[in-house]
């Protein structure tokens, strides 16, 4: 990274001073000189308590900045050259630089938050410091502060800005020797299960409709207004179970509700290409998975499984694990935060089956512009696009994410 030179800020000149002089205004020329004022608080402070406020308030000194000068005397560290209000350096342009590096190489490449009031606290925290380094005996001024002011100057000095915030979600730290035993578990399984028995099941959300998010306008506009019946927030959960022999299982997708009537609105879907389960919550639960497990030991003639998932709260619950035993299934779990690696329905299907399921939609907007367009045309879409998805991509797909060839 090339070196950022500071750049030079210009402050306005005040010709005339008052004797008994504006906080804005330039110490140096008042009449008084802080040699005379320190002397004064010397001499009054054996007679009253609040000594510094009383000279503060005769000589217009802001009673923080009084303060801070008379304990840099009492400790002969003090600078009468200090031009408070214009010129006055907190920090020497190096020491300025040392922040500025901190504050990019620690926060700002490491992604980490800092703001307005960040800088002031670590300007503060280095204030201290470099008193300390200078006088050992130097007694931590709690009442010192930053002013909004030298934050706003700093950062156009230095080329800072404060810029809207772009949240990224930390990625969560993996275990190596979790992700090691995983692999492990995956090979081992093999030697004891048929690929056509080792299962993936995964679970997605399927937006009812996700061609919203861009279209086509008269160039030079903002955004263009889509006439719709839906929601594009709405959508539904759909599972997903493939085998590490290239099988796609028939679609499982969740509707919200409490009861069977939940589905009434989705009755007109072949029950011979999905199956349809209902949530209070729209998502899996223990008592679906419970279901899906039974299916899969169906599936298998009742011979030993395996089946691979995520640590989804569902999934690693005690009544699904014990259920697995009973049916003779294997349950592997996919390591925390490797799921988009190391799940073979997150490395190469998802993906693409919203995407061909996307496309399917368009073409029915095409075909008839005008027609609204339902859940249950969703529900379609997903049926179709689940379809085209080859054997080959799939076991490729276990052989990329868990090494099952």
Not at 88 to 96: C, L
Not at 137 to 145: H, N
Not at 169 to 192: M, Q, R, S, Y
Not at 268 to 276: G, H, L, M, P, T
Request: glycine share 4%; with cysteine; proline share 2%.
């Amino acid at each position: 990274m090339s070196e950022v030179l500071p750049i030079k800020i210009e402050k306005m000149r005040i010709v005339k001073y008052p004797s008994k002089r504006n906080n804005y205004r330039r110490y140096k020329n008042a009449e008084w000189k802080w040699e005379e004022v320190f002397n004064e608080i010397e001499k009054v402070k054996g007679d009253c308590d609040n000594y510094i406020k009383l000279i503060s308030e005769k000589y217009n000194i802001p009673y923080r900045t009084l303060t801070r000068k008379y304990n840099l005397w009492k400790n002969n560290n003090v600078d009468n050259n200090e031009n408070r209000g214009g010129h006055n350096k907190i920090f020497s342009e190096e020491e300025e630089r040392n922040l500025y590096n901190y504050i990019v190489n620690v926060f700002i490449n490491c992604n980490l938050l800092f703001n307005n009031d960040h800088l002031k606290l670590l300007a503060i925290q280095q204030y201290h410091m470099l008193q300390k380094e200078k006088n050992k005996e130097y007694i931590t001024e709690e009442s010192f502060s930053i002013s909004d002011g030298w934050v706003t100057d700093y950062k156009k000095k230095w080329k800072l800005s404060s810029l809207k915030t772009k949240l990224n979600k930390k990625a969560t730290k993996t275990d190596p020797n979790e992700l090691v035993t995983f692999l492990g578990e995956c090979t081992n399984i093999t030697k004891e299960v048929e690929n056509k028995y080792i299962y993936n099941l995964d679970e997605t959300f399927w937006r009812t409709n996700s061609a919203y998010s861009k279209v086509i306008g008269i160039q030079n506009s903002d955004s263009r207004k889509v006439d719709s019946n839906i929601n594009e927030k709405e959508g539904f959960t759909a599972i997903f179970i493939i085998s590490a022999a290239g099988v796609f299982m028939k679609p499982i997708i969740i509707m919200k509700g409490t009861t069977k009537r939940s589905l009434k609105k989705i009755e007109s879907v072949n029950d011979n290409d999905i199956n349809k389960k209902y949530s209070r919550s729209g998502w899996i639960n223990v008592n679906i998975l419970i279901q899906l497990l039974k299916d899969i030991n169906a599936n298998a003639n009742g011979n030993k499984a395996a089946l691979i998932l995520d640590k989804y709260g569902a999934h690693t619950d005690d009544l699904v694990i014990e259920e697995a035993k009973k049916l003779n299934i294997s349950l592997i779990y996919v390591p925390t935060g490797k799921t988009s690696t190391n799940q073979p329905l997150d490395v190469s299907i998802n993906g693409p089956i919203k995407s061909i399921g996307k496309h399917i939609a368009n073409k029915i907007f095409v075909k008839d512009p005008f027609a609204d367009y339902t859940l249950v045309n969703s529900i379609n879409s997903l049926i179709n696009a689940s379809k085209q998805i080859s054997a080959e991509t799939i076991i490729k797909s276990f052989q990329t994410a868990c090494n099952i060839k």
